[in-house]
């Protein structure tokens, strides 16, 4: 049974970082991603990760801030996150084989909180 376990949210103040990860059990998948929500908005879309290669790609409003990676050993995909602002602040979940345009993937996390005071 595929399980993703996202770890790592909390509150911070704007500027700080904060580094979340996303532990994957079952198998590996070809993309690894991350997507947020923040309260009354819908799914936003905030990195990916091929999983061989390692190639990634980001949201513009998170590009030079945001860093996704993975440890193909420990099954788990990081969102690396620094200069944080109060915009930020969302439900961010871990995603496998996502597809981009439609919100959408194979599986899901639970999510994980994070808020960004001012």
């Known amino acids: 049974q595929v399980q993703l376990v996202e770890i790592g949210g909390g509150l911070v103040q704007a500027g700080d970082s904060l580094k979340l990860s996303c532990a994957a059990s079952?198998?590996?998948?070809?993309?690894m991603g991350w997507f947020r929500q923040a309260p009354g908005k819908g799914r936003e879309f905030v990195a990916v990760?091929?999983?061989?290669?390692?190639?990634?790609m980001y949201a513009d409003s998170v590009k030079g801030r945001f860093t996704i990676s993975r440890d193909k050993t420990k099954k788990i995909v990081y969102l690396e996150m620094n200069s944080l602002t109060p915009e930020d602040t969302a439900v961010y979940y871990c995603?496998?084989?996502?597809?981009?345009?439609?919100?959408?993937?194979?599986?899901w996390g639970r999510g994980t909180q994070v808020t960004v005071s001012s």
């Open positions: 990760i091929a999983w061989n290669s390692g190639l990634t």
């Open positions: 079952g198998r590996t998948f070809a993309t």
């Open positions: 995603a496998a084989n996502p597809v981009i345009s439609k919100k959408v993937a194979d599986y």
